[in-house]
């Protein structure tokens, strides 16, 4: 159909279109990344190395460590089917739950109870040029924010199309781009809607309202309300991971702005925050030396890029991302907004699994204006406002200058997934999409069925502080995890797994000093000469 035609079509023609063409149902390929601290089973977090049990953290292809040794970050494999990506994920949590002996894993995204900030253990991956490296960023990263801010944990969702729905889209749009490049540009088409609507997946999903005394200074103290001794909350937030005591960082939103208008523009924005030196972080290289982060630079590298949602590709080892991400466009996308689930053991459930389907394949196929300052302040101040309030009766979002209520706005969106959510169940022969539409339509309509809703209940009707309760979760989930089957091929095979990932690691040679300098070195110049 001529692009004209396309123009005027809603996401649900589109989705039908696609459908008919292919004559096959959407094959959507999906991971998950879930982050999760390890306590000592007193809510307190834990100080032990990364268990060898385990495997190696730099080799593991599952299971390895995000910011703090104490940090898991569980990591599935590529799947077409959610009910085997989740089975694959249980996989790795049984696995781990019964390595950790008295430890336990923490099941929200705001931190137990935390330590005196230095004594937060940064990862360490050893001392090979890349692992020296993972540890220098991690390093930068405590050097910046502060090490407390890095134990938040989230869960991310990585979603793409195949390669023949590709294709389809591109014949039905009547486009004469390559492959990639209209793979490209249609991505960042999702990813701005997604931006603008961001919204909606951050007050259904988020889980954070409240945070353990131990995470807050005096002064952030008085911004809270105070439910008891040790825990602080707003009344009506949603995810304050997501908000200002999150990934957030002043020194990125004033310097850089990335763009998703396009491939080149967000590559460009990316590379000139990678390549451009900060005064605050170059007094910090000139107090701790050339080695305490990867460069003085506003961004150490595209990983420090806190953001709800960016463009990805898998570079081979040892060469730029930006370079491939420009050769190759992007791969899939990586949806970062999602709070830990704590009211289930892997932190995340099939019913958002198929809702954040349905919502991403709108933001791809419904259209998607370019992004103006006057748009993306819209973006940003929309999501401050469900950050800390998004469960307030009546609270007022800006849709292109004009005040609409949270709640309208959500029934309006959710109204335009219904017909997508018919099709997809039609072409699986199942109601799930159906269901998990539902189930969003009721927390639209009745904040306090949302997490963050219930988690506050939960607080206030059993008085009860958050420590306790998050301490009370990860026991049940630990219990669950260990009653739960555990076939002996599927021991066997996690087993050869940790084996092969200690033999990998020893590939890698140790570096001293002077050559890990150099190697630094090379790491930033080769943004800089990304095409």
């Not at 080799?59 to 799947?79: A, N, R």
């Not at 890349?130 to 990263?141: E, V």
Request: with cysteine; hydrophobic share 35%; net charge negative.
């Amino acid at each position: 159909m001529p692009h004209s035609t396309h123009a005027a079509q809603t996401s649900a023609d589109r989705l039908e279109a696609l459908i008919e063409r292919q004559g096959q149902p959407v094959v959507i390929n999906r991971g998950i990344e879930r982050e999760t601290l390890r306590t000592d089973g007193s809510a307190r977090l834990s100080l032990t190395p990364h268990p060898a049990s385990l495997g190696n953290k730099l080799t593991h292809p599952s299971i390895t460590t995000d910011f703090s040794e104490s940090q898991l970050e569980l990591i599935t494999p590529v799947f077409q089917s959610v009910d085997a990506l989740l089975h694959d994920l249980t996989a790795t949590h049984q696995f781990v739950t019964r390595q950790l002996g008295k430890e336990r894993l923490w099941p929200g995204s705001m931190p137990c109870i935390l330590p005196d900030e230095q004594a937060i253990p940064l990862a360490d991956y050893g001392s090979s040029n890349l692992g020296r490296l993972k540890k220098t960023y991690r390093n930068g990263l405590g050097l910046r924010y502060n090490r407390i801010m890095q134990t938040i944990c989230a869960v991310h969702y990585n979603f793409s199309l195949s390669d023949a729905d590709w294709d389809g889209l591109r014949n039905i749009e009547s486009r004469d781009e390559e492959r990639p490049q209209f793979v490209a540009r249609r991505y960042f088409d999702l990813m701005r809607n997604f931006r603008r609507w961001s919204w909606l997946p951050l007050y259904l999903f988020g889980a954070s309202p409240a945070v353990d005394r131990s995470f807050l200074t005096t002064k952030q103290q008085s911004l809270f309300s105070q439910l008891d001794a040790d825990t602080f909350y707003l009344p009506f937030a949603t995810s304050l991971r997501s908000g200002d005591l999150g990934y957030q960082s002043h020194i990125q939103s004033d310097h850089i702005n990335i763009c998703y208008n396009s491939l080149a523009d967000y590559a460009d924005s990316l590379r000139q925050a990678i390549t451009t030196p900060h005064t605050n972080y170059e007094h910090l290289t000139e107090h701790h030396g050339p080695a305490a982060q990867i460069s003085p630079h506003i961004l150490q590298s595209e990983a420090e890029f806190y953001t709800t949602v960016r463009a990805k590709t898998a570079a081979p080892p040892g060469e730029n991302f930006l370079t491939h991400l420009l050769r190759q466009g992007p791969t899939y996308i990586e949806i970062r907004l999602l709070d830990v689930n704590p009211f289930t053991d892997i932190g995340v459930t099939a019913e958002q699994i198929h809702f954040l389907d349905l919502f991403l394949l709108h933001c791809l196929l419904s259209d998607s204006p370019q992004h103006d300052p006057a748009l993306c302040d819209e973006v940003q101040s929309n999501f401050r406002q469900t950050v800390t309030e998004g469960r307030r009766h009546n609270v007022q979002l800006l849709n292109q200058g004009t005040h609409v209520s949270l709640g309208d706005w959500g029934k309006q969106l959710l109204d335009a997934l219904s017909p997508l959510a018919e099709r997809l169940d039609q072409s699986a022969q199942s109601s799930r999409y159906s269901e998990a539409l539902a189930a969003m339509t009721e927390r639209v309509n009745h904040p306090d069925k949302t997490p963050s809703g219930q988690l506050l209940a939960m607080l206030t009707g059993e008085s009860i502080s958050l420590r306790q309760l998050m301490q009370r979760q990860s026991e049940r989930f630990h219990e669950a995890l260990v009653a739960h089957p555990w076939p002996g091929v599927l021991h066997e095979a996690f087993t050869q797994t940790v084996a092969q990932s200690h033999d990998a690691a020893k590939t890698y040679p140790d570096s001293d000093d002077h050559h890990f300098l150099e190697y630094l070195d090379d790491f930033v110049a080769a943004y800089r000469l990304a095409p």
